[in-house]
């Protein structure tokens, strides 16, 4: 970053470092019309005392750098999120980037996070760029941030999303989506009702041969025996694809063993079959 006078650059960084408030008045009249972003700056910086003398000297909170980024976009401070907005900062403040709720989500902590939903932060704004069309919650979940997601979670989306969202996960592995679909089950329960043209939550774990996503809808009290559009229960998917394709599945026998073992009603007729007809016929023992 080069700005003129010389030295003032480094009197700057100095004076931001240090949040010194005398030190950068002192260098606010000689900073040239076409120089960097101080909001954003001094908001990077962490310097409180700085930040209040640029909005006591008329700099606005909405002020943008050249990738059209705000203070409030760069915020890791619930007090700076609070004095921003005092001075009238735009917590839904559209960027390629998302809105501060957006970015925060992805990078800063509840309280950050909980600040701007106070302040009126739009929990469903998507993302404006030309690839994805994220929520704040969404993101926080693709990331596994389960921190946030908690914080997000307060101000739960609507019933679609809900969904959507839910079923993005119960067939996922790993720690992380395993511990952010355990969260929004908590938050939304294990019986959504599903969008129309979707599966309910357990007959997607069970159709993928998903144990662990079948074992937390389970732990949140998913119903084992209700029947899909088309009469099929979990149990019945579950067994009907472990040898239903090319070769056999041995994921969707786990799947359907757990299910048994959870209380599922084996002998429930789907078409002409049974769960437990379809297990015996493929040599399936129960424990």
Same mark, same amino acid.
């Given at each position: 970053?080069?700005?003129?006078?010389?030295?003032?650059?480094?009197?700057?960084?100095?004076?931001?470092?240090?949040?010194?408030?005398?030190?950068?008045?002192?260098?606010?009249?000689?900073?040239?019309?076409?120089?960097?972003?101080?909001?954003?700056?001094?908001?990077?910086?962490?310097?409180?005392?700085?930040?209040?003398?640029?909005?006591?000297?008329?700099?606005?909170?909405?002020?943008?750098?050249?990738?059209?980024?705000?203070?409030?976009?760069?915020?890791?401070?619930?007090?700076?999120?609070?004095?921003?907005?005092?001075?009238?900062?735009?917590?839904?403040?559209?960027?390629?980037?998302?809105? /501060?709720?957006?970015?925060?989500?992805?990078?800063?902590?509840?309280?950050?996070?909980?600040?701007?939903?106070?302040?009126?932060?739009?929990?469903?704004?998507?993302?404006?760029?030309?690839? !994805?069309?994220? !929520? /704040?919650?969404?993101?926080?979940?693709?990331?596994?941030?389960?921190?946030?997601?908690?914080?997000?979670?307060?101000?739960? =989306?609507?019933?679609? !999303?809900?969904?959507?969202?839910?079923?993005? $996960?119960?067939?996922?592995?790993?720690?992380?989506?395993?511990?952010?679909?355990?969260?929004?089950?908590?938050?939304?329960?294990?019986?959504?009702? =599903?969008?129309?043209?979707?599966?309910?939550?357990?007959?997607?774990?069970?159709?993928?041969?998903?144990?662990?996503?079948?074992?937390?809808?389970?732990?949140?009290?998913?119903?084992?025996?209700?029947?899909?559009?088309?009469?099929?229960?979990?149990? $019945?998917?579950?067994?009907?694809?472990?040898?239903?394709?090319?070769?056999?599945?041995?994921?969707?026998?786990?799947? $359907?063993?757990?299910?048994?073992?959870?209380?599922?009603?084996?002998?429930?007729?789907?078409?002409?079959? !049974?769960?437990?007809?379809?297990?015996?016929?493929?040599?399936?023992?129960?424990?």
């Amino acid at each position: 970053m080069t700005i003129t006078p010389a030295g003032s650059a480094q009197a700057l960084a100095a004076a931001l470092r240090h949040d010194d408030p005398s030190a950068l008045g002192a260098l606010l009249d000689n900073l040239p019309a076409d120089g960097p972003a101080l909001v954003p700056m001094v908001v990077l910086a962490k310097a409180h005392r700085s930040l209040d003398l640029l909005l006591a000297r008329g700099f606005s909170p909405n002020e943008t750098r050249v990738d059209r980024l705000a203070g409030l976009h760069l915020v890791d401070d619930a007090k700076m999120v609070r004095t921003l907005v005092a001075a009238g900062g735009d917590v839904n403040l559209a960027s390629p980037s998302g809105t /501060p709720l957006h970015l925060a989500a992805a990078n800063a902590g509840p309280p950050v996070l909980k600040a701007l939903l106070d302040a009126g932060a739009d929990p469903n704004a998507t993302h404006e760029g030309p690839v !994805t069309n994220f !929520t /704040p919650l969404e993101i926080a979940c693709e990331l596994g941030r389960t921190l946030a997601v908690k914080a997000l979670l307060a101000r739960p =989306p609507a019933p679609a !999303t809900c969904f959507f969202l839910t079923a993005g $996960f119960v067939t996922r592995k790993g720690k992380k989506p395993l511990a952010v679909l355990d969260l929004l089950l908590s938050a939304f329960g294990a019986d959504l009702e =599903p969008v129309v043209g979707y599966d309910f939550l357990l007959h997607i774990a069970s159709k993928a041969g998903s144990l662990e996503g079948v074992e937390l809808l389970i732990k949140h009290g998913a119903a084992v025996d209700r029947p899909d559009r088309e009469g099929r229960t979990a149990a $019945f998917l579950a067994i009907h694809a472990a040898f239903g394709g090319l070769a056999p599945r041995p994921e969707h026998v786990e799947v $359907f063993r757990r299910l048994a073992a959870a209380g599922a009603n084996l002998d429930q007729r789907c078409g002409q079959v !049974t769960p437990r007809e379809l297990a015996r016929q493929h040599r399936v023992a129960l424990s």
